[in-house]
């Protein structure tokens, strides 16, 4: 059982940034990463990376305005989310699920084991 909570979400206007935060239980062996949804809209990928690894898979949606971090001694996957979008708004989750490193970039979302409680970002002016 890996417990996941997410923090750092917020308002933010229209090409500003935000990190977001993912404490998680367990720090090893997992793929993990961050994923999003909207209200009627089926929960898509945003960042996966393997839990002490550098490998990184990023949606094309948000390539180049995107980074995904971690802190292993901490237990702590980030999301740092640049230029964003009013397209941006969603709640974002963390996620991790125990497989391979190679496995990560082609878990599909419901694949994914453990799921935090998710934090909203809000992009407006």
């Known amino acids: 059982q890996v417990q996941l909570m997410e923090t750092g979400g917020g308002s933010v206007q229209p090409g500003g940034s935000l990190r977001l935060s993912c404490t998680a239980s367990?720090?090893?062996?997992?793929?993990i990463g961050w994923f999003r949804e909207v209200s009627g809209k089926e929960r898509e990928k945003v960042a996966i990376?393997?839990?002490?690894?550098?490998?990184?898979y990023y949606a094309d949606s948000v390539k180049g305005r995107a980074t995904i971090s971690q802190d292993s001694a901490n237990n702590t996957l980030y999301l740092d989310l640049y230029s964003l979008e009013p397209e941006d708004t969603a709640m974002y989750y963390c996620?991790?699920?125990?497989?391979?490193?190679?496995?990560?970039?082609?878990?599909?979302?419901?694949?994914?084991?453990?799921w935090g409680q998710g934090t909203q970002v809000t992009v407006s002016s």
């Open positions: 367990v720090f090893s062996g997992h793929c």
């Open positions: 990376g393997f839990t002490g690894g550098a490998s990184t």
């Open positions: 996620a991790a699920h125990r497989a391979r490193a190679w496995m990560c970039e082609s878990l599909d979302v419901h694949e994914f084991a453990y």
